[in-house]
């Protein structure tokens, strides 16, 4: 089940962050107004790296093995590293359209960093995977500007609490109703600029 939460988790993000990035910046009232959802662009072709390891608490490899093939299924072109030594490969990352990490914690060099750093600033999509995005390389400030957050911790571990669905006739969650959960919180620090 925990498994399922976080992949239903990481796809809803994806989703969401897709959504919000779209231009189109009318505000839709969907009590008066049909909210109209524009089909997700085709991925057939598009050149997908997906990069796991790090922390094995998080599934690193079953996380990349599972969404690579669902990836695939839809046409995308998909390289897979178990190592940030991909990262050095600056001509690989300039030809990639998206970068999907999921290394929970673990060490990355500057010329790694360098690279990541610069396939990003120069429009290469970066994605992740619950802790392999967010808690990925703690101890490196440039990756933690990168990605507006760094994962702090879980304030009192497995806890009990509601999760209130404000908006039940939006499509992304059309049918959820609240429910309760126990399962971890997050305490991430966030740029205030993000």
């Not at 999760?163 to 126990?182: A, L, Q, R, T, Y």
Request: aromatic share 10%; glycine share 10%.
């Amino acid at each position: 089940m925990n498994r399922y939460f976080r992949l239903l988790i990481f796809l809803v993000s994806f989703i969401l962050c897709y959504a919000c990035s779209l231009e189109n910046k009318q505000e839709l009232n969907t009590k008066e107004a049909a909210l109209e959802v524009p089909a997700l662009p085709s991925l057939e072709g598009k050149k997908i790296l997906m990069v796991y390891g790090g922390w094995p608490g998080h599934k690193p490899k079953e996380f990349t093995d599972k969404i690579s093939r669902l990836l695939a299924d839809q046409g995308a072109d998909i390289i897979l590293s178990d190592t940030v030594g991909i990262y050095s490969d600056s001509m690989l990352l300039a030809s990639m359209d998206l970068i999907i990490q999921s290394i929970t914690m673990d060490q990355i060099s500057g010329a790694q960093m360098k690279g990541l750093v610069t396939a990003v600033k120069n429009g290469v999509g970066f994605a992740g995977a619950h802790g392999g995005f967010g808690d990925a390389f703690r101890e490196n400030t440039e990756y933690q500007y990168m990605t507006g957050a760094q994962f702090v911790a879980h304030p009192g571990g497995q806890v009990e609490f509601l999760v209130n669905v404000k908006n039940e006739e939006h499509p992304i969650i059309n049918g959820i109703k609240d429910f309760d959960i126990k399962t971890e919180q997050y305490y991430l620090h966030v740029d205030p600029n993000v």
